[in-house]
C-alpha cells in the first residue's frame, strides 16, 4: 500500500505542477462566467430588426398582426410574382408572408418567401398569430360575444409539489431541474472522459519510453496501475474543487444580475416553464430564487463526486488496460469505441431520460454502471428515491471493482509486450494467462 502512495503522490505532483494544469483551472471558471454573460446579453439585448411585408388575399389579417419589437410587418397590395422578384433585390426586406383566400375550417396554402431561413422563433412567432386572429374570427362567426370570448380565455400556472412519505410538501420545476441535471451530467461526462483519457495516454507514453521497466523492478503492475489510476483522479477531484469554488465566486453576482434585469428573469423563467404573463420582474425574481432553493445541491454537489469517482475508475481502470496493450496511440482507437460507448450512448439518452424520469428506462440505464454516473446526475434533481441512489451507487462500486481486476489482468501482460499486433483475440489470451 505505501507503494501505491507513493506512485499516486508522484502522479498528483507531477501533474498539478504543470502549466496546462494551472491555466486550465484559472481560465475554466473565468470561460463559464462569460458564457454566462453571453447569455445574460442574449436574453437582453433586441434582435435585429426585420421587415415583413405581407400580401393578404382575404382582408382577415390586415392591422390584425400585431409588430414584435423585431419585426414589422408591413402590409401591401401588389402582384405575388412582382414582390418575389422585388425581394431578391432588396436587402431591406427580410420577407414576404402570402395569404391566399382561406377555407377557415381548413387554412392552408399560405407561404412565407425569404432569400434565407428565417428561423424557428420567426416562424413560430408567424404561425402562432395566425392561428390566434383564425381562431377569433371562427368565434366572432359563431356568433359569441366578444367580451365572453375574452372571459373564456385562461392562462394556468401549474405549481408542481413533491409529497414526501412523511407528508411534507415541497415544490419544483421540470426546467429548472432539467438545467440542473443536464449541466451535472455534461460536466461529469467530460471529467471522465477526459481524465479517463490521461490515464490511457500516460500508460502508453511510459511503456513506449521504456520507463515502466525500471518502475516495474521495484513495484508490481497492478500497483503501478491503481497508483496512476487513482492520481489522476485526484487531479480531477482538485481541479474540480477550484472549479466549482471559483466558479461560485465569479458567478454570485452574476447570478443576482440576471434575477435584477427583467428581460433575462422573463427569457429564464419561460425557459423554466412558468407563466409569467401578468408578474412583476420581483415576481418573476422571487419565484426563480424560491424554485431555486429548493434544490438539494449539497446532495447534488455529493453525489457528483461519488459518481466521478466511481465512473472515472471504471472507465479510467479500462483505458489503462488498453494503453498497456499498444505501442502507440493510433493503435489504441480500435479499442477505445467499445469501451467509451456506453459512456456516449448515456449522454445521447438524456433527451429520453428527460421525459419520463422515473420510467423504466431511465431506472434501468441509472442502475447499470457504465450508464449510471451521467443518467442518475441527470435524475437526482427530479427527487429519486433514496433507495434508488443507494443500489446504483452499490452496483457502480461493483462494477469498477469487476472492471479493475479485469484489467489489472491485462494491464500485467500487456505493459511488457512491445512490438506486438494485438486484437481482441490477444486481449482475451492475456486475460486468462497464469504468470
Not at 412523511?166 to 477526459?194: C, H, K, P, R
Not at 487531479?235 to 435584477?260: E, K, N, P, R, Y
Request: hydrophobic share 50%; proline share 3%; net charge negative.
Amino acid at each position: 500500500m505505501n507503494k501505491i502512495s507513493l506512485i499516486i503522490a508522484r502522479e498528483y505532483i507531477a501533474r498539478v505542477k504543470k502549466k496546462s494544469f494551472i491555466i486550465m483551472t484559472i481560465l475554466g471558471p473565468i470561460l463559464f462566467a462569460g458564457m454566462m454573460g453571453i447569455v445574460i446579453w442574449s436574453a437582453t439585448r433586441e434582435g435585429d430588426q426585420k421587415l415583413i411585408q405581407v400580401i393578404d388575399e382575404t382582408g382577415l389579417f390586415e392591422n390584425k398582426i400585431e409588430n414584435t419589437e423585431t419585426i414589422t410587418y408591413q402590409f401591401i397590395q401588389a402582384d405575388l410574382e412582382e414582390t418575389k422578384e422585388s425581394l431578391l433585390r432588396s436587402d431591406a426586406i427580410f420577407g414576404l408572408l402570402h395569404i391566399p383566400n382561406l377555407n377557415l375550417d381548413k387554412p392552408e396554402g399560405i407561404k412565407f418567401y425569404s432569400t434565407q431561413s428565417p428561423g424557428i422563433a420567426v416562424e413560430g412567432g408567424i404561425e402562432k398569430r395566425i392561428r390566434g386572429i383564425i381562431e377569433d374570427e371562427k368565434l366572432a362567426n359563431s356568433g359569441l360575444d366578444q367580451e365572453l370570448i375574452d372571459n373564456l380565455r385562461a392562462h394556468v400556472d401549474i405549481h408542481i409539489i413533491n409529497l414526501s412519505e412523511s407528508g411534507d410538501e415541497s415544490e419544483s420545476n421540470s426546467g429548472i431541474a432539467f438545467g440542473v441535471g443536464y449541466v451535472s451530467s455534461f460536466l461529469l461526462y467530460m471529467f471522465i472522459f477526459i481524465y479517463g483519457m490521461q490515464i490511457m495516454r500516460g500508460v502508453t507514453q511510459e511503456k513506449t519510453s521504456r520507463i515502466i521497466e525500471v518502475m516495474i523492478a521495484s513495484v508490481r503492475p497492478f500497483q503501478l496501475m491503481m497508483g496512476k489510476i487513482l492520481g489522476i483522479a485526484a487531479v480531477g477531484l482538485t481541479q474540480f474543487v477550484l472549479w466549482a469554488v471559483m466558479t461560485t465566486a465569479l458567478t454570485s453576482a452574476t447570478s443576482s444580475f440576471i434575477l435584477d434585469q427583467p428581460a433575462a428573469t422573463e427569457q429564464f423563467a419561460n425557459e423554466a416553464g412558468m407563466d409569467t404573463e401578468g408578474m412583476s420582474a420581483q415576481d418573476k425574481a422571487f419565484d426563480i430564487s424560491k424554485v431555486l432553493d429548493k434544490i438539494e445541491l449539497p446532495t447534488i454537489l455529493a453525489s457528483f463526486l461519488i459518481y466521478f469517482l466511481g465512473g472515472y475508475l471504471l472507465y479510467g481502470a479500462l483505458l489503462a488496460a488498453i494503453g498497456s496493450a499498444v505501442d502507440s496511440e493510433a493503435d489504441s482507437q480500435q479499442f477505445m469505441l467499445p469501451v467509451t460507448l456506453p459512456l456516449i450512448f448515456s449522454m445521447m439518452m438524456i433527451s429520453i431520460v428527460i421525459q419520463e424520469p422515473h420510467g423504466t428506462m431511465a431506472f434501468w440505464l441509472s442502475m447499470i454502471p457504465f450508464t449510471s454516473p451521467v443518467i442518475m446526475m441527470m435524475r437526482l434533481p427530479f427527487d429519486v428515491p433514496l433507495w434508488e441512489l443507494v443500489l446504483s451507487v452499490s452496483l457502480l462500486i461493483a462494477g469498477f471493482c469487476g472492471t479493475t481486476w479485469m484489467a489489472g489482468r491485462i494491464y500485467r501482460i500487456g505493459i511488457f509486450m512491445h512490438g506486438t499486433k494485438v486484437n481482441y483475440k490477444t486481449l482475451a489470451k492475456w486475460f486468462v494467462m497464469k504468470i
